[in-house]
């Protein structure tokens, strides 16, 4: 008997429980009385949708009150976050798009995988063709005292094909871009920089990791390697010492900072992801920009970010521009969007000594974003209107 009253107490704790799991979430969806950290990635919420009897007996506004309630209750971002870790932790599966899981806890993005294996292989035509134009161009901004120069940046697939999973293994690895312009560069002189071999070459050399297993992009410390290379190769190209970054020290953590590990910030998982031991760089220039150093513009996909928000191209560029995806400038569009296609092209160019277009593999299919054939048209075709290239990543 004396345990009756004991079971009949669970019971009533139980249900409590229950019952104040239930509505919860509705008063935190009325109150926020607890502060929840955002939810990562570029999406917007649902906006609260407006009834009217045509949406009505349509369903489309029953439809858009589902899901305006759905990311509008109560602890939403950490009923997302634990849904995302419950399929990572036990199933290996990533809740983000085109990212991919592979060996050892490594994270990749499918168009790199598919980069490796030359499943996005252009042709020989077009990559002939491209590399024709931008001969052309390059020898007109010379003779112009313009410098263009193509940088082909390392993919992480390329770079770390042992960690891709087993299911893409199947793929018999084909032609890739890569490859092909490397060759074609060749060919007909075009002037670039081969960051992508480069990275390869010291893989087994570096003293720190180049890639990180939660990140797309080169690392810190990649980027550091990089930034010094571009200074070099502006200052020889140009006949000037332009300024260069002088390393103060090398802080190292096994958590990945800055946007080392973006893969990983984008998964919004609940529990962070041991890294590799990365190195974070500390440096400041030797000095700063002079009146008569050259400036540089960059043309570029995302690989450029990281060393952009390093100072980049301000400290060592003289303030030069930098096109993401040659549609939006920045740091112009940091106080006022400014468009690639609404500039004038030929002046823009001359403001300039050198022009760096950066490319990594995964976007090769599509190499300067338009640019290459705006320059191209600029001198050669006058008359044709030039098509602007949307980012991939």
């Not at 809740?95 to 294996?117: D, M, Q, R, T």
């Not at 513009?297 to 995302?302: C, G, H, Q």
Request: proline share 4%; net charge positive; glycine share 6%.
């Amino acid at each position: 008997m004396s345990q009756q009253p004991t079971y009949k107490r669970l019971k009533q704790v139980v249900f409590a429980g229950i019952i104040t799991m239930l509505f919860l979430p509705m008063v935190q969806h009325k109150f926020r009385f607890l502060e929840e950290k955002p939810l990562n990635g570029s999406f917007e919420l649902s906006a609260k949708p407006v009834w009217t009897k045509t949406s009505w007996f349509k369903g489309e506004y029953q439809e858009k009150q589902d899901k305006y309630l759905a990311e509008h209750t109560g602890f939403y971002p950490s009923w997302v976050r634990l849904y995302n870790q419950w399929n990572y932790s036990l199933f290996d599966v990533v809740k983000a798009n085109g990212v991919i899981a592979g060996k050892e806890h490594y994270l990749f993005e499918e168009n790199y995988i598919l980069a490796y294996y030359g499943s996005d292989f252009v042709g020989d035509e077009k990559i002939i063709e491209i590399s024709r134009k931008l001969k052309l161009v390059q020898d007109t901004l010379r003779k112009k005292g313009i410098d263009l120069v193509v940088v082909l940046a390392p993919g992480k697939a390329s770079y770390l094909p042992e960690y891709i999973p087993d299911k893409y293994r199947s793929s018999k690895k084909g032609k890739t871009n890569i490859e092909s312009y490397l060759s074609e560069f060749k060919k007909q002189s075009v002037s670039h920089i081969d960051m992508h071999t480069w990275f390869e070459s010291m893989k087994k050399t570096t003293r720190y990791p180049l890639f990180s297993k939660t990140g797309i992009h080169w690392t810190a410390y990649g980027q550091f390697l990089v930034a010094d290379s571009l200074a070099n190769y502006v200052s020889k190209s140009c006949n000037r010492q332009i300024p260069h970054f002088v390393l103060e020290k090398m802080e190292l953590s096994d958590v990945a900072l800055l946007d080392d590990g973006d893969i990983k910030n984008g998964m919004n998982l609940m529990f962070d992801i041991r890294d590799l031991k990365l190195a974070y760089p500390k440096f400041h220039p030797n000095r700063e920009s002079r009146m008569g150093d050259p400036k540089v513009m960059v043309v570029s996909d995302s690989f450029y970010w990281g060393l952009f928000n390093s100072n980049v191209s301000h400290w060592l560029f003289n303030d030069g521009e930098f096109w993401y995806y040659n549609e939006q400038i920045y740091p112009n569009s940091y106080t006022k969007e400014t468009w690639a296609k609404d500039q004038d092209l030929n002046k823009k160019l001359e403001e300039n000594k050198v022009v760096f277009i950066i490319c990594t593999d995964a976007n090769l299919p599509r190499l300067g974003f338009g640019f290459i054939e705006r320059v191209y048209e600029l001198y050669y075709e006058k008359n044709k209107e030039t098509a602007f290239a949307s980012p991939l990543i």
